[in-house]
């Protein structure tokens, strides 16, 4: 608890100062309340209409930790098939590129038409999401295991499993929180996207909603919403990694205890 | 919400066109009072997404959905099997907006000003008919493709001087912000632009094999919205009620303009005429705007309308 | 019986020629010392029988079979100490019992107190001296399963007393177990202390310059350090390896 | 050139299969040309309408390349100024969260009522998608450099500017070129969703009319064109990345060349 | 005139005592080794002097100004060779420089060749053998410009003649520039003559043991090695380690 206050103050400042000075602009400037409403109104119609929209934060809430999930399990698995098959490394290439680049517009009747309104589609989305950045992350660490040690474990009669698990996996774990870190960031949005598919709960839903009736207030609540939630998921990636990586957080201690 | 499943109901989906609006209130009418359920249906409303509802329907992912003339038109000449089965609106309320002060009164006022589309072709054809009637020319237009920003936004940072709005929607917005707009609806300078828009629409697969199924939906949708124009303050709570998220003072208000056009000069609510289709296609492709071929007889029909006693 | 069987091996990197012709083979239960001016090879020809470089002409063979550019059959200390950064002590021991299959906790708890290391079983690579990671490297080596050891100056980083006392503890381990042993050393000492036979490298591209047979009777003990024999003994290595330098 | 052919034959197999098994399931299952053409139709439309859409092609690449170098730089920039300053790095997490976290209903009013419908706007909206996977990925090396290289350069006296300069940067390129990948991939897709904003011509665009008119060929002439785009692009990254790490490329041979 | 002043430094890892009141003292121009149980702290006694890490109490003056905690004013050969993977023989020998002013690149690929290591200029790390690299990081701090030269067991990976054939030159550049050098090593001959005292820790935690003054006159040769005095010298200080060692 006193750690989180030692290490929360400056965000905390930065975000108020912040505030403060969106607050200030719309009454300097008086700019209108539905071009671009205050944080102090954001804030009262985010506490105020909290029974009313809690559905769509629970329901998109849902969709992210489950899309997270899947998503960087198959990245982490996607990876590994690649580093330990040449094969499919030197031709998959093009369909994983493939899979971050077919606007959502396509997608969407496509998944939608195979799949119907469910859940599956939208867990689809996010995952695509999700995978390549530790897909990508995962195969360069995998790569930059250390010469010697990966000389030590050949000499030593590894197999290419135990290499991988001995060494090449823990030496890439550094790489997959990057990775995670980056996925963690974008499957908040993945998920809001992914309701584009057709829902009637959600975030993003909502979003719609109040853009379609005019109510910039509610949009940004739910941006505010949204933005919690993924920095909250960055913070536990972080705190997970710092749990995992015990060893490489010794070493960096001692360097940066010192100027 | 107290429509209990009827397992002997028929369950059938209904896409929106986007999200839900006073265009939908009889939907959301004849969900609410059970209109559907009496007539054997269980209906399940859904929000297209980023899918449009016409690929939808076509798919058959969902079963009715709600739709407009230009779409279907366009739909039906790359062999698209959807067919409207209702106009919602009788008229085109649509119409070019522009803040009061700019002094548009007349699509002759158009020239030398910027005109705020999303960058299809058709938007410039229609701009260049309701100018012909002046004799303006659409070539002294500055039309730009302002993506997804919204009307206000563009307008008032006097990015665009003009939009294309639905009145019933956008142009009350303005009235409750205190923004004064002129109008000039697409009707007032142009028969064959009154097309309908928006309407409810299903695939022919429906219309061939579950005809009942069709029959039944039309003709709950229709008390639907005989209620809404009969009762706009209930029928606007009612969808209220149902999409809680919408702005009740914009839903109300919206309600009470639009009530009285669902039917309007038409003999019953939904009904179509042949050459309205006839008129608009005809239009189209005058402005070289149709690619393939088109049948307006085959993409409506109002055999589902409820008879008249 | 001819264990390891080093035939006709030539090894170059680009231009450089490395190794040239190097041919010797060792007994079963020998222990091998090879001496040779830094650079001139004595790593890479440990990797060559390790398997995970192939020589560019020559053959290695291992109890008959042919093991070159085929890696796993033998336990290595390698020159810089190689632990892995995320393992404590012990399981970086363990880990060459680990590849090859049972782990005996017991054994390897028995050696890391007897390397002095004790107390720091649970330590990570990063905690210790320099060393004290060597110390660690030879034991993780000497506890793999397999019967050919290579050791590539495993005590170089020692004090005089603990690499003495080190020595003693490889040849009585040595002793009770007959492994086959192929030591590299910048010591002649230590080479002569411990070997059956000394190999002696010449100076790039290395041929086997001299081969010496170490006659001394074991068990060996520290004085023999100071004998008459030993060091009239040194002195011709010494002055054998002296004419190679330039 | 016969390196490009004995790299390629791998993925382009891959796509001539993946091709081939769409073709034959369009005409198996009596797919709809609406629904899903067949590669055939969509290869004739790409070809003979070139002249018609190309225009929208070179419009996307010009925002591409232009937004992915702003992008990138962008990501390096923060990644560094975070780096060296903590309390710049303790500070604007939040901040960097939030940036990947507006949604673009959001964002496409404030852009264009800010900066109008020029390109401005549109790099914005790229250099967002582009910057975050480069900027953590590239934190996430700088962290990682050699403890005993670290203290070398300390107890040489080293500023903490040449330890940045000597150090750490050399030690993050694999971490830059991985959040590269990423970046590169994602560009392509960022330069298509900023013609959102508005745009006349472009990729965007193009898909957005073809959707209206309800013809997914020549959607997917478009998505050919992007993935082509994307994958052009990354493969340039990964040469680039064999050029500037001459050093860590030649170690990889050797621990690969050996089974 | 005293140059470095080390005043009773304590150092504690954890509930590890390792370092128990150190306390010496060096002039400027001496040369000073440090002999220890591997283990003892000898390097991290250069770390605390390098500034990278702060005594859990005393104090550290150069030239009279504290440098507790300070780092930048000491070159340094690391005991593991600590070269930069991205840079070439030429460009990590030129780094000491390059941290504090000036780059000659003359002066380096003369010693380069000096060390032997002609040729090898623009390889990378790995591909050297473990003396070249070491060889390689003692070029480095002996290119940097400090007046201070910690070097950590800079020879433990070569052979005895390269060995010999380093220590002359290091000799000779010490009596050319009269730099201040402390030396950590585990041979007692090359501590003995190289240096004009010799410093003993203790075992953990490490105290002071004994110093010796070396009395043997310079420029001093490769004959001394066999005199009776050198040797005589050499028994009373291996006496004293031994002592230490349990
Ligand atoms: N991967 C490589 N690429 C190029 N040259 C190499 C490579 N590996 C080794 N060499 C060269 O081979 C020669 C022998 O190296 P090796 O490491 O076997 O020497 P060594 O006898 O073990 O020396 P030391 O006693 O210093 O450890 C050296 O000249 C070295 O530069
Ligand atoms: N970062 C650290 N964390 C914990 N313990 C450490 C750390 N650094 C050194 N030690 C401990 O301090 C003691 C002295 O280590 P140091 O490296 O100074 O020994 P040394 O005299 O240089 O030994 P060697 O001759 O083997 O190199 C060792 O017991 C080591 O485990
Ligand atoms: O392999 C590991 O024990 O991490
Ligand atoms: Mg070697
Ligand atoms: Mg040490």
């Given at each position: 608890m006193r750690n989180l206050i030692i290490q929360g103050w400056r965000p905390a400042l930065v975000l108020i100062v912040l505030f403060a000075g969106w607050e200030l602009s719309t009454v300097v400037f008086n700019i209108e309340k539905w071009f671009l409403p205050p944080p102090s109104d954001i804030i009262t119609v985010g506490v105020t209409e909290w029974t009313d929209y809690n559905q769509h934060v629970f329901a998109t809430l849902k969709l992210i930790v489950i899309g997270f999930v899947i998503g960087s399990a198959s990245g982490v698995g996607i990876a590994i098939a690649l580093h330990l098959v040449p094969f499919l490394r030197q031709s998959m290439y093009p369909l994983i590129i493939l899979s971050q680049n077919i606007p959502i517009i396509v997608l969407a009747p496509l998944l939608v038409g195979w799949f119907g309104f469910g859940m599956f589609p939208k867990l689809i989305v996010i995952t695509l999401v999700c995978f390549f950045p530790i897909a990508i992350s995962l195969l360069s660490g995998f790569q930059q295991a250390d010469r010697d040690l990966s000389h030590y474990m050949q000499m030593a009669g590894a197999t290419k499993r135990q290499i991988f698990r001995k060494l090449e996996w823990p030496n890439a774990l550094p790489s997959l929180f990057s990775g995670l870190k980056i996925s963690a960031t974008y499957s908040v949005m993945g998920a809001v996207i992914s309701e584009w598919l057709g829902a009637n709960n959600g975030l993003g839903v909502y979003m719609t909603l109040a853009s379609s009736s005019f109510r910039p207030d509610r949009i940004f609540v739910a941006i505010f919403i949204i933005v919690a939630i993924s920095l909250l998921f960055f913070l536990l990636i972080v705190w997970l990694e710092k749990r995992v990586i015990h060893w490489q957080t010794a070493e960096k201690r001692d360097s940066h205890d010192t100027p | 919400e107290d429509n209990t499943e009827n397992s002997d109901n028929e369950s059938v989906k209904v896409v929106l066109d986007w999200t839900p609006n006073t265009n939908h209130t009889g939907l959301y009418v004849a969900q609410a009072e059970g209109y559907f359920e009496e007539h054997g249906l269980n209906v399940e409303i859904m929000l297209p997404g980023e899918s449009s509802a016409d690929q939808l329907i076509a798919s058959g992912q969902a079963d009715f959905g709600v739709s407009f003339q230009e779409s279907i038109t366009e739909a039906r000449a790359q062999d698209v099997p959807v067919v409207s089965i209702?106009?919602?609106?009788?008229?085109?309320?649509s119409g070019f907006a522009s803040l009061e002060e700019k002094g548009i009164t007349s699509p002759e006022d158009f020239e030398g000003k910027t005109y705020g589309g999303w960058g299809a072709p058709l938007e410039k054809a229609v701009i260049s008919s309701v100018m012909q009637q002046e004799n303006a020319d659409v070539e002294k237009v500055d039309i730009v493709n302002m993506g997804d920003t919204d009307f206000f936004t563009a307008v008032e940072r006097q990015d665009i001087d003009f939009g294309w709005i639905y009145y019933g929607w956008d142009g009350i917005e303005a009235e409750l912000r205190g923004t004064d707009l002129n109008m000039i609806y697409l009707t007032e300078y142009s028969?064959?632009?009154?097309?309908?828009?928006p309407v409810l629409a299903t695939n022919e697969t429906m219309i061939d094999e579950q005809p009942e199924v069709v029959e039944s939906f039309v003709a709950a949708a229709s008390e639907g919205y005989q209620f809404a124009i009969d009762n706009p303050e209930q029928a606007a709570d009612i969808l209220i009620e149902a999409e809680p998220d919408l702005d009740e003072e914009l839903v109300r208000e919206s309600q009470k303009w639009l009530s009285p056009r669902y039917q309007d000069d038409a003999p019953q609510w939904g009904h179509q005429k042949l050459d309205v289709w006839e008129n608009y296609a005809e239009w189209m492709n005058e402005h070289d705007l149709l690619e393939g071929e088109f049948d307006a007889e085959s993409a409506f029909t109002n055999d589902f309308l409820p008879k008249e006693e | 019986m001819t264990h390891l069987d080093v035939k006709h091996i030539q090894q170059s990197f680009g231009d450089q020629h490395v190794l040239d012709d190097i041919q010797f083979s060792v007994d079963e239960g020998e222990f091998v010392s090879i001496l040779g001016p830094s650079g001139s090879g004595k790593s890479t020809l440990f990797r060559l029988i390790g398997g995970i470089e192939t020589p560019t002409s020559g053959d290695i063979h291992l109890n008959g079979r042919s093991i070159t550019g085929k890696p796993g059959s033998v336990s290595y200390t390698p020159q810089s100490p190689s632990l892995f950064p995320w393992r404590t002590v012990l399981e970086n021991v363990l880990l060459g019992q680990e590849i090859q299959g049972e782990k005996d906790y017991d054994k390897a708890l028995d050696m890391i107190e007897r390397a002095g290391l004790a107390s720091y079983e649970h330590a990570y690579p990063h905690e210790l001296s320099g060393g004290m990671k060597q110390r660690a490297s030879f034991i993780r080596s000497i506890l793999s399963p397999q019967s050919l050891i290579l050791l590539d100056e495993p005590f170089s980083a020692l004090d005089e007393f603990t690499r003495i006392d080190m020595q003693q503890w490889l040849l009585s381990m040595w002793e009770n177990h007959k492994r086959t042993i192929v030591f590299v050393t910048h010591n002649i000492e230590e080479a002569m202390f411990l070997s059956d036979r000394v190999i002696i490298l010449s100076h790039r591209p290395a041929t086997i310059q001299s081969t010496f047979d170490i006659p001394f009777s074991r068990p060996r003990h520290e004085d023999l350090l100071l004998s008459q024999d030993f060091l009239t003994l040194k002195k011709d290595i010494y002055h054998d390896m002296r004419q190679s330098h330039t």
């Open positions: - | 209702a106009a919602v609106i009788q008229h085109n309320t028969d064959k632009l009154d097309y309908y828009t | -």
